[in-house]
Antibody, heavy 118, light 107 residues
Framework: EVQLVQSGGGSVQPGGSLRLSCAASGFLFSSYNMNWVRQAPGKGVEWVAYISGNSDTQYFADSVKGRFSISRDNAKKSLYLQMSSLTAEDTGVYYC???????????WGQGALVTVSS | VLTQSPGTLSLSPGERAIFSCWASQSVSSNSLAWYQQKPGQAPRLLIFGASTRATGIPDRFSGSGSGTDFTLTISRLEPEDFGVYYCQQYGNSPMHTFGQGTKLEIK
């Protein structure tokens, strides 16, 4: 069974940093591109970042470029999102999601709440 | 940019629901997906490649369209179909752009 289990959410002050983790199981993790998607309270979903299976390609939404980094450890079957210079606009639920080989995001983590507030 | 309409649909069980999604530029290879999201849950992939149902999705869900105009249709609404529906493009680059969503309310 494919599973993505997230950890690392929490509260942080503006300007602070936080790292999210996503542990994968039930599939060959290194063969799949992965993503982070977020959702601000009461708002729609927003794609945040992408990383290819071997980490050689990464993309970021303009809203987080230069502040967030994405990485993965295929040996540990884990995906990470390092967030820095956080602002209130970064508050929301963050999901990791697998890119389906034929298109779209087919499996999602349970979500991790990130709250940026003083 | 993906633009969805309407903002909200309020329909009764058994009725047909039609969701529209317009892209500001042509979506390459019909690389468009649809998702359903219920409160407190992650989005669920319904359709990829504009018209192919994902695993386990009932055949009352169907997708169509090409280029810049896409449609998701639910042929006969069930009570459990409530939620917010999003379109997403993934073909022009790995940057997966989402539409703003359409909320479906079941009367």
């Amino acid at each position: 069974e494919v599973q993505l289990v997230q950890s690392g959410g929490g509260s942080v002050q503006p300007g602070g940093s936080l790292r999210l983790s996503c542990a994968a199981s039930g599939f060959l993790f290194s063969s799949y591109n992965m993503n982070w998607v977020r959702q601000a309270p009461g708002k729609g979903v927003e794609w945040v970042a992408y990383i290819s299976g071997n980490s050689d390609t990464q993309y970021f939404a303009d809203s987080v470029k230069g502040r967030f980094s994405i990485s993965r450890d295929n040996a540990k079957k884990s995906l990470y999102l390092q967030m820095s210079s956080l602002t209130a606009e970064d508050t929301g639920v963050y999901y990791c999601a697998r890119t389906w080989l034929l298109g779209g995001l087919d499996y999602w983590g349970q979500g991790a709440l990130v709250t940026v507030s003083s | 940019v993906l633009t969805q309409s309407p903002g909200t649909l309020s329909l009764s069980p058994g009725e047909r629901a039609i969701f529209s999604c317009w892209a500001s530029q042509s979506v390459s290879s019909n690389s468009l997906a649809w998702y359903q999201q219920k409160p407190g849950q992650a989005p669920r992939l319904l359709i990829f490649g504009a018209s192919t149902r994902a695993t386990g999705i009932p055949d009352r869900f169907s997708g169509s369209g090409s280029g810049t105009d896409f449609t998701l249709t639910i042929s006969r609404l069930e009570p459990e179909d409530f939620g917010v529906y999003y379109c997403q493009q993934y073909g022009n680059s790995p940057m997966h752009t989402f539409g703003q969503g359409t909320k479906l309310e079941i009367k």
